[in-house]
Structure formats: C-alpha cells, structure tokens
C-alpha cells in the first residue's frame, strides 16, 4: 500500500473510504476587517463595488451566494471572500459583458464562454490594453461557469489564494500573457480544461504552490511560458497531473523547477476530441521543453484509464514522461520542440503503467539521475547513477 502524506499542505484533499474532503486553513469567519476598503454583504452587487473601488483598495465581500460575473481591470485591487466555505460566486442569469473574448498572439482570440472573475484591461476584440497590476483574489469559491473560473489576462504580480475552483468548464484558474504571478492554496476540480494554467507568457516567473487538483483534464498545464516553480502540489485523479508543453506559439517552455509534488492515480480517460491526442495516466509530463529541473517528486499509480496515445513511439503515459513535440500541433500551423537539457533527479517513481519512466530518445542533454522506479522505455533508465540520453 503507498501511504501518502499531506501534512505540508495547508489546503489539501483527505481520502477517507472514496470520499474526498476539501480542508482549507487560515480562512474562515471573521468579524469585518478594518483593512477593508469597501465591504459588500450579500443581496449587494460585488462589481459596483469593485467599480467604486479606487486603486490599491481592499473590496471584501461577506459570506453568501452571489450570481455576478466579474470584472477587475484597475490596478492594486484585492478582492477578498470570507473563505471558499462561505462565499460563492455563481453564474448570473444576465450576465455582464466581460472579457467574453481574449486575443493570444500569435494564435488568435479564445473564447472561454462565461468566465467567473476576469482580471484583464481589454478593447471589445479583446486586445490587452494594458497590463493590470497587483491584483490579488482571495477567499472565493467560483463555480459552473461556462468558461474560466479566475482567469487573469495581461497582468503583472497577479495572485490568487485560498480559493475553490469548481466544475468550471474551460480552466480552473489560469493566466496568459502574464508575468510575476502566485497561484497558491487554491483547490480546482471539475474543470474541462486545466485546474491551474499558466500559457502564453514568455517571461512568466510564477510560482505556484499548495494547490490541489483533482477530476481535471489537466491537473497543472505550464504551456508556452518561461521560468518558474511548482511546489508542494497535490494532483490527483485527472487525465493528467504535472505537465510542461511547448507547442510553438512562443519562446517553449524552459526555466521551471517542479518538487516537492505529489502526483498519484491520474487514470481519468479524455479522448482525442479536442486534442491531437487522447489523455490518460500521465503523472508529470514535459512535452517539447528544455532546462526543466523535476526534483523530489512522488509519482506514484498514474494508471492508463483507455488506450493512451503515441507520440513518437512511446506511449503518452506513465509516471514520468519525456517526449518531443516537433511534430506534434495542438495549434494550425504551430509546432513545438524537442525535450533538451532537462534533469529528473531523486524522484520516487512508483507503481505506474505502462512505465515509471519514458522517454522518447529524440532529444539531448537530458538526464535520468538517483530516481527510485522499477520500469522504463528504454531499459535502464532505473538503475542506479546517471543515465544521460
């Protein structure tokens, strides 16, 4: 049996006989907070609020339900719930206008549907006008939302923390085209697309840390985006765990440091309906990146829950998988790179199907070092020592 410790996490997902228990820590009931700026109580608009709100003010808003989507476009701005628990941002049944599309260069417009809370100043084409900075989203549940959760476009120094992201249908909680970001002691589940995103950002530096994801199709998906960590994250039950993709639209995916993960039983099956490829029972994958350090990791029963794809030969699942994605385009006409210059060290890889460890042979530099698994493609990936390739 493998005994997992959660101990560490401040927000954490407990298994006790199938049932998953959501614990969060530091929120909770309060008496009103004399940092507040301006506090909204329930059966009150959040979005006047923030509207009224100058920059660098503190919008804290009470326990209840609120069916608002909203939209933080000034700099300096916390909005603050009274914990996950107790307040919970909803679809609305006249929703306002915001962000209903985002521009990503060089690809294009995304439209996500209906995004719960949208940090971003844009033109009606959904142009970044400018970067928003020092935003700071705390204390919320959003959930079943058509599109993103808490999605932040064109920032600087973002950071959402203590939040539920739930049953969304695009992503958990993401950012694009931002830099100096902080995803910490969120929980995402449910969400079509990535619990925890960061894409499109070529000089990223996040950091995200103590999150929990599970019943994603991607637990965390670092895509087209440059420097950072990722630490201390619980990644359960989803198609996917851990995953670094470069599919071209940037500069990679290179510069990240991922340990200290825990990334187990990540069977969900997602077909090949909307990707290239189906998705099942990858525990941390690098597709395509380079000088992307995996240390101290614990990767243990991500089991294929369908047929997983191949992707130069090798199957696209397991523990810990390396592969190119020169060949390979989630985007017309964009394609990514081969996996260089990267380091797996000292990472428990137990217990995963087809192979603790795989790799596709195609790129150079990379390094198999000190990891505790028993199979891999090739052979001898295991064994004790370096294994370069």
């Given amino acids: 049996m493998v005994r997992i410790s959660v101990s560490a996490m401040h927000t954490s997902a407990l298994f006790a006989g199938g049932l998953i228990v959501l614990v969060f820590t530091g929120i ?28 660098g003010a503190t919008v804290c808003v009470g326990p209840g339900n609120y069916q608002e989507n909203l939209l933080i476009n000034k ?18 049944a006249q929703p306002r206008p915001f962000c209903p599309v985002l521009q990503i260069p060089p690809i ?10 949208c940090v971003a100043d844009l033109d009606p084409q959904g142009k970044v006008l400018r970067t928003v900075n020092d935003v700071r989203v705390t204390g919320f549940t959003v959930r079943d939302f058509s599109g993103v959760g808490i999605l932040f476009g064109g920032t600087n120094e973002a950071r959402a923390d203590h939040n539920v992201a739930a049953n969304n249908k695009s992503y958990g909680i993401t ?26 950002s ?30 201390d994250n619980l990644l359960h039950d989803s198609c996917s765990g851990l995953v670094f993709l470069n599919t071209g639209t940037t500069t990679g995916v290179h510069n990240w440091r991922a340990s200290h993960n825990i990334v187990v039983h990540n069977d969900k099956f997602c077909s090949a309906e909307e990707l290239p490829f189906s998705l099942t029972g990858v525990g941390i994958l690098i597709g ?59 990472n428990d890889v137990l217990d995963n199907q087809p192979f603790d ?3 596709d042979g195609l790129g150079s530099g990379n390094r198999f070092v000190f990891n505790t698994c028993d199979t891999s493609t090739p052979a001898r990936l295991c064994r004790g020592g370096k ?3």
Avoid at 28 to 49: E, F, K, L, Y
Avoid at 75 to 92: F, H, M, Q, Y
Avoid at 210 to 223: E, P, Q, S
């Fill in 28 to 55: 909770g009931r309060a008496a009103p907070d004399p940092a507040c700026t301006v506090q909204v109580v329930a059966g009150h608009s959040i979005q006047n609020a923030i509207d009224s709100a100058a920059t």
């Fill in 75 to 92: 700099d300096g701005i916390t909005l603050k719930g009274a914990g996950p628990e107790n307040t919970v941002l909803e679809p609305p």
């Fill in 108 to 117: 294009g417009g995304e439209n996500f549907g209906l995004n719960g809370i």
């Fill in 175 to 200: 950012a694009f085209l931002s830099t100096h970001g902080l995803f910490e002691y969120n929980t995402s589940y449910g969400s079509g697309d990535a619990g925890f995103y960061v894409g499109n």
């Fill in 202 to 231: 070529p000089n990223a530096d996040f950091k995200i840390r103590y999150n929990t994801a599970f019943a994603d199709l991607w637990g965390i998906l670092v895509r087209d985006a440059s420097t950072g960590s990722v630490r």
């Fill in 288 to 346: 395509g990146g380079d000088h992307i350090v995996l240390r101290a990791n614990r990767v243990l029963t991500n089991h294929p829950g369908g047929e997983p794809s191949l992707i130069n030969d090798v199957p696209l699942a397991g523990g810990i998988v390396v592969v190119s994605t020169a060949n390979v385009s989630l985007f017309p006409g964009f394609y990514g790179d081969v996996a260089e210059h990267n380091i797996i060290v000292n």
């Fill in 357 to 359: 460890l795989v790799y």
């Fill in 387 to 389: 294994s370069e390739h």
